[in-house]
């Protein structure tokens, strides 16, 4: 059976990386017919950011992602969070020792510190010189007894360690280059390497699929594996995501940009993002681009992901969600739109029906919160229009006056107000080649949007419906009077 799980730290947001890790153990899961698990890795209680678990898994929602097991939805392998686990990882710590596998260190923070700038200074590698390692069971106890504190280290073996990743392929490593972990703090709380290699092991996990920062910790967890008389699962650790300088996408760097929380902010489309994060690192097997998270369901494989870091392309973003915008049923974009629409008009624009908008705007929109500089036209109360806006590029205000006059009375005839016939009425008032084409539509233009930039003429008069056309005409033929 396969299981998969995603082992976020409730430490900040949910990172880029850490989400394309999520969804590619989904992927997995489902095409294997197997399942996903959550589980929070919070054993680190000084970096814990309040409200970052809710946020996390708010994420991965939105992205579509579900899961069988996890803290919100439990499940027989719980708890979820390894802070509600301690004595667990206590009790396996102290059966590695009993074992000859793990022993109890005393050394103190300073003495760890200076060690460690002695090695520096010699230029060795920075390692546990194991002091603590030759103390006899005797003294350990009555050290223990007398209540002094001790962290429980790994011992490292002999030899090498080796294990096949999933990505990487054959990874040999020579133990000498490991130091001897510490797998129990002073205060209880396991390390992270000792909680993930139990929790692995006791939720059934068989396949860890992560982020390739972890990659040179795996051995050190195939040796703890070994230690516990465990057998490791299966490794895939995952390219690294790059920013288009070819440099892992970091908060310091890319500031925002790494968070997903980010494109949900801005109006990315979860099925964008789920086509754009699945192609960070994966390919299928043809040139095929657009996936809805269904279809990648049955055609993900672990073995076409690639090696090599994985470039973060914002034009190939906003290309994927520009697509998806204009899949998407238009009712739905409109109902998806409305939180925009009342940012330019506040709760007014509830009162309105915006799916006319909504068709003329959709081939426009990268993003979704662009309707708000797009729309704004469609809501105005009054245009701020000028002689000199509403007159064309080489043309008079008299031109423009006498375009607005003949539109506004041909328009006003029109019965069905549908583009086509808007269409008509106005090329039968230039059926005498009297104005230019920007002679005839930019003062209309311009009249109904106020603006330099905006849809086509008939698409916006459509939409804005015949009366607010006309009145909107009305108005521009007022300011052109007044020159
Ligand atoms: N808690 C680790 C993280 O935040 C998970 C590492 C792993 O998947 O083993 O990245």
């Known amino acids: ?34 399942q996903f698990i959550i589980r929070i890795e919070d054993t680190d209680q000084e970096r814990f950011v309040a409200g970052s678990l809710e946020r996390i898994l708010q994420g991965l929602k939105w992205l579509g992602l579900t899961w069988e097991e996890g803290p919100d939805v439990g499940g027989s392998n719980g708890p979820y969070v390894q802070s509600e686990r301690l004595s667990i990882y206590q009790e396996q710590a102290r059966e590695l020792v009993k074992k000859g596998s793990a ?40 050290r223990l007894a007398r209540g002094e504190k001790a962290t429980i280290r790994l011992k490292i073996p002999g030899g090498t360690t080796q294990f096949t990743d999933l990505v990487h392929g054959l990874i040999k490593v020579a133990n000498n280059t490991l130091d001897d972990q510490v797998l129990l703090k002073s205060d209880g709380f396991p390390t992270y390497h000792l909680a993930c290699v139990v929790d692995d092991h006791l939720m059934g996990i068989s396949h860890i699929i992560r982020g390739e920062e972890w990659l040179p910790s795996a051995p050190k967890h195939v040796i703890l594996y070994q230690a516990l008389g465990w057998e490791p699962p299966q490794f895939a650790h995952l390219p690294n995501v790059l920013n288009e300088q070819r440099a892992k996408l970091s908060k310091r760097k890319d500031g925002e940009a790494v968070w997903l929380q ?28 657009i996936f809805s998270l269904a279809e990648l369901s049955q055609i993900f494989e672990l073995e076409r992901v690639q090696k090599g870091g994985a470039i973060f392309n914002f034009r190939k973003l906003n290309w994927f969600n520009a697509e998806y915008i204009k899949k998407l049923p238009l009712v739905e974009l409109n109902q998806l739109l409305q939180p925009y629409y ?44 000028t002689p000199d806006l509403l007159t064309t590029k080489g043309s008079t205000a008299a031109k423009a006056k006498a375009a607005q006059l003949a539109a506004t009375a041909s328009l006003a005839e029109v019965g069905e107000w549908q583009i086509t016939e808007l269409k008509q009425a106005m090329a039968k008032i230039n ?45 521009a033929s007022k300011v052109l009077a007044a020159e």
């Open 1 to 34: 059976m396969v299981r998969v799980r995603f082992a976020p730290s409730p430490t900040g947001e949910l990172h880029i990386g850490g989400a394309r890790t999520a969804l590619y153990n989904y992927l997995f899961a489902k095409q294997q017919g197997g």
């Open 103 to 142: 022993y109890y260190c005393f050394c103190s923070t300073e003495r760890l510190g200076e060690l460690r700038k002695s090695q520096e200074a010699q230029k060795l590698p920075t390692r546990y010189d194991r002091a603590c390692f030759n103390l006899d069971a005797e003294e350990v106890a009555a």
């Open 431 to 475: 059926s005498a080649g009297e104005f230019t084409r920007g002679e005839l539509l930019w003062p209309v233009r311009v009249a109904l949007t106020g603006q330099r930039q905006s849809p086509d003429v008939f698409e916006v008069a459509w939409a804005l419906g015949k009366n607010e056309t006309l009145k909107r005409l009305n108005y």
């Open 342 to 385: 009342q940012k330019i008009n506040g709760a007014e624009a509830a009162n309105k029906d915006t799916t006319k908008l909504t068709e003329v705007l959709r081939s426009r929109l990268v993003t979704l919160a662009d309707s708000i500089e797009q729309a704004g036209w469609y809501f105005a109360q009054e245009l701020a229009l």
């Open 262 to 289: 980010t494109y949900q902010n801005q109006g990315y489309l979860p099925q964008a993002m789920v086509n754009f994060l699945v192609l960070l690192g994966w390919h299928p097997q043809d040139d095929r681009e």
